[in-house]
């Protein structure tokens, strides 16, 4: 693992605060994102029986996210993710297969809709990002892969790159320029592709209204490019980069203010999801070092992409652990739909279910995600600009702090219990910390020390008492 050198993260760094205009990454510091799949959140009518078909549109639209704002804004979040909105060619309810990128999606709602849809967060100060494709165009039904007629405005073989298919995932060359799924590859050196492209995400955010994107397939395009885009969007925008070395995706924040941080993701998958040892947390907080800014990538558990956590470990004290640790350390902490209603679908389309009738505020996953997500926003700068420092780790056992904020996490599962004793903290002997999950549990530094008690697997949130 080598470090990256101060002139590259000094462009870097540089480049972040060139390609923002609108929304920063700064400001985005300060977001708890809930990921939804528009067309599995929530229907203009509510519906008693969960979407029996995954492999096509299941009936989510915008106008349903509206009518679902309380549950959002209930959870404790306050910005959310959407999927794209391009039209699709045959059962592209997700959105990754763009038809026809300047309609909107009409299984979505209309363009209107999609207006009222970021009017409506923004009263209620959620920010919304948008999920956007560069890289592709949707499925050829024909079977002709010269025949790109029914795309608009790419219809020419010329806005792609010849025909070939994405075997080799470490030669960045043939990752770039052949096709991932045999979708359509478009060539961004083209300048009508690249000029259209550049002038439609600034049409789009500025229509609408958006606060940040983000950006699918991201290595399977050129870095260039991407300084043009995301310069053009001018707001945050978080690649999706999925790849698990930290030094191939940390090459991407520059070109974009952000990644995804898959490669803690895997970090987090082995300690929580496998429960092997708690070093592998400490390994991905390491191996952070090789971004420019750590704070403002985005953590993330599940997504639509991967097997649900409860799916590979369903035990939902080890989930309410991860969460912990994703809520409070460094980067723009992630819920996807679902994790708080206890969903554990396995691979795509599985682990894209409707969310409907499942609305529950009071189960104990939405309760537990609401009191951490609030207490965060709560805490403001204070922690979200706060560096996150170790404190203590195990096999079984993480812990560190951010800001004033001390954090507990272990691995061992429902019903088992441990003891640590704390010795290095911020926290002045007197001081009283008091667990914002369970305010009678107190502890007390004394001799500079406390100890930490773990009961029943659950994780703590320790904060002094005013």
Known sequence: ??????????????????????????????????????????????????????????????????????????????????????????????????KDIYTINPNFGT?????????????RSIWVMLDIVANHMGNQASGDWSDFSSFNPFNQQGHYHPYCEINNFNNQTEVEVCRLANLPDLDQSNSFVQSTLVSWIHNTVTTYGFDGIR?????????????????????????????????????????????????????????????????????????????????????????????????????????????????????????YYGTEQGFDGSGDPYCRESLWPQYYNNSDLYLFIKTL????????????????????VDNEFFAFTRGNVFVATSNIGTGQSLSRSITDHPYSSGTTLVNILNSSDKVTVENNQFEVNIEDGMPKVYFPQN
């Open 215 to 335: 950006v699918d397939t991201t290595a399977e395009v050129p870095k260039s490019f991407w300084y043009q885009y995301s310069g053009s969007a001018g707001v945050y925008s978080m690649g999706e980069v999925f790849n698990g070395d930290p030094e191939y995706v940390s090459g991407y924040q520059g070109p974009l203010a952000a990644t995804l941080n898959y490669p803690m993701y895997f970090k987090l998958f082995n300690a929580f999801q496998e429960r092997l040892t708690m070093y592998n947390v400490h390994d991905g907080v390491s191996q952070n070092d090789v971004f420019p800014d750590v704070s403002v990538l985005g953590n993330f558990l599940d997504n639509h992409d991967n097997p649900r956590f409860l799916h590979n470990n369903p035990d939902r004290v080890t989930l309410k652990n991860a969460l912990a640790y994703v809520i409070f350390a460094e980067g723009i902490p992630i819920i």
């Open 111 to 123: 363009s209107d809709d999609l207006i009222s849809l970021v009017k409506e967060c923004h009263n």
């Open 1 to 98: 693992m080598g470090s990256m050198s101060l002139v590259t993260r000094i462009t870097a760094l540089a480049a972040l605060v060139a390609i923002t205009q609108g929304r920063s990454p700064d400001e985005w510091k300060s977001r708890v994102i809930y990921q939804l799949l528009t067309d599995r959140f929530a229907q203009n009518q509510d519906d008693s029986s969960p979407c029996g078909d995954l492999s096509n549109y299941c009936g989510g639209t915008f106008q349903g996210i509206i009518r679902k704002l309380d549950y959002i804004q209930g959870l404790g979040v306050n910005a959310i993710w959407i999927s794209p909105i391009p039209e699709q060619t045959d059962n592209g309810y997700h959105g990754y297969w763009q």
């Open 373 to 392: 997500a609030t207490f965060r926003t709560e805490q403001g700068s204070s922690l979200y600009e706060a560096a996150q420092v170790e404190r203590y």
